[in-house]
């Protein structure tokens, strides 16, 4: 096995407690502060909205669901191997339609009350008690759902969560509230496992990155791009975000 199989990861999470909006970025004491949102928009965007959601907040509507990324950043090393530092407690929800009112998806809208579209504690998903930014686009109206109309609301949400992402490079690990590391390697006499995930690869209006510079990060390798060729990796890299499914 090559050396990519036998590197170890290890992922320090840093508690996030309270969400302060409109404020100077900064973490401290367990509080995440963050500015207000950009005027300048992408092209294909007319507006983003910032909402925190606290768990015992009221239900509300939201627009259909584009994604739900956790708050990570590389430290140390390519993705899947040196170290990862992560924000614990916090998630970002991004959601998006555009001016008619059209939702943002191809096979399935899950536009509607949160609580029905989003059940908390689920892989992927915010834990019971977790904080959760909602980041909401709109997008230009008359235009096709395309590739890149989805890729602008995409890009927006990149945007947002860059800064976020130099604030945990800049963490003291030892400062970390928890860390976990996995290790990888073969096992003398024990049967070997492989995974096959199929991801959609037609690319009307979505796409999957592959390998990443960040964890669940955008800038990758596109599996379009790619001719849909299969991509070997390893189980450290699928923990620390070598997937990002743009759908």
Same mark, same amino acid.
């Given at each position: 096995?090559?050396?990519?199989?036998?590197?170890?990861?290890?992922?320090?999470?840093?508690?996030?407690?309270?969400?302060?909006?409109?404020?100077?970025?900064?973490?401290?004491? #367990?509080?995440?502060?963050?500015?207000?949102?950009?005027?300048?928009?992408?092209?294909?965007?007319?507006?983003?909205?910032?909402?925190?959601?606290?768990?015992?907040?009221?239900?509300?509507?939201?627009?259909?669901?584009?994604?739900?990324?956790?708050?990570?950043?590389?430290?140390?090393?390519?993705?899947?191997?040196?170290?990862?530092?992560?924000?614990?407690?916090?998630?970002?929800?991004?959601?998006?339609?555009?001016?008619?009112?059209?939702?943002?998806?191809?096979? %399935?809208?899950?536009?509607?009350?949160?609580?029905?579209?989003?059940?908390?504690?689920?892989?992927?998903?915010?834990?019971?008690?977790?904080?959760?930014?909602?980041?909401?686009?709109?997008?230009? #109206?008359?235009?096709?759902?395309?590739?890149?109309?989805?890729?602008?609301?995409?890009?927006?949400?990149?945007?947002?969560?860059?800064?976020?992402?130099?604030?945990?490079?800049?963490?003291?690990?030892?400062?970390?509230?928890?860390?976990?590391?996995?290790?990888?390697?073969?096992?003398?006499?024990?049967?070997?496992?492989?995974?096959?995930?199929?991801?959609? %690869?037609?690319?009307?209006?979505?796409?999957?990155?592959?390998?990443?510079?960040?964890?669940?990060?955008?800038?990758?390798?596109?599996?379009?791009?790619?001719?849909?060729?299969?991509?070997?990796?390893?189980?450290?890299?699928?923990?620390?975000?070598?997937?990002?499914?743009?759908?």
């Amino acid at each position: 096995m090559g050396q990519r199989f036998q590197d170890s990861l290890t992922v320090k999470g840093f508690l996030v407690r309270e969400v302060r909006l409109n404020a100077p970025l900064g973490y401290e004491d #367990g509080v995440l502060s963050l500015p207000g949102l950009k005027k300048e928009h992408r092209e294909g965007v007319v507006a983003t909205t910032l909402t925190r959601i606290r768990p015992s907040d009221p239900d509300r509507t939201i627009n259909t669901i584009m994604d739900i990324l956790p708050l990570s950043a590389k430290v140390l090393g390519a993705l899947g191997e040196g170290i990862t530092h992560t924000f614990l407690g916090v998630y970002v929800l991004l959601t998006g339609c555009d001016e008619t009112g059209r939702q943002m998806h191809e096979f %399935g809208a899950s536009n509607g009350l949160l609580t029905e579209k989003m059940r908390r504690g689920r892989a992927g998903t915010p834990g019971a008690t977790d904080l959760i930014l909602h980041l909401d686009v709109l997008l230009q #109206g008359q235009r096709p759902l395309d590739r890149a109309l989805a890729m602008a609301a995409f890009q927006t949400c990149e945007d947002f969560i860059a800064p976020i992402r130099q604030i945990l490079k800049q963490l003291p690990g030892e400062r970390a509230h928890a860390v976990r590391t996995f290790h990888q390697g073969t096992r003398k006499g024990r049967p070997g496992v492989l995974l096959v995930k199929q991801v959609a %690869g037609q690319g009307a209006m979505y796409d999957t990155m592959v390998l990443p510079k960040e964890p669940a990060g955008l800038f990758g390798d596109s599996i379009i791009d790619l001719k849909n060729r299969p991509q070997l990796l390893t189980p450290n890299e699928y923990r620390d975000g070598a997937l990002r499914s743009l759908h």
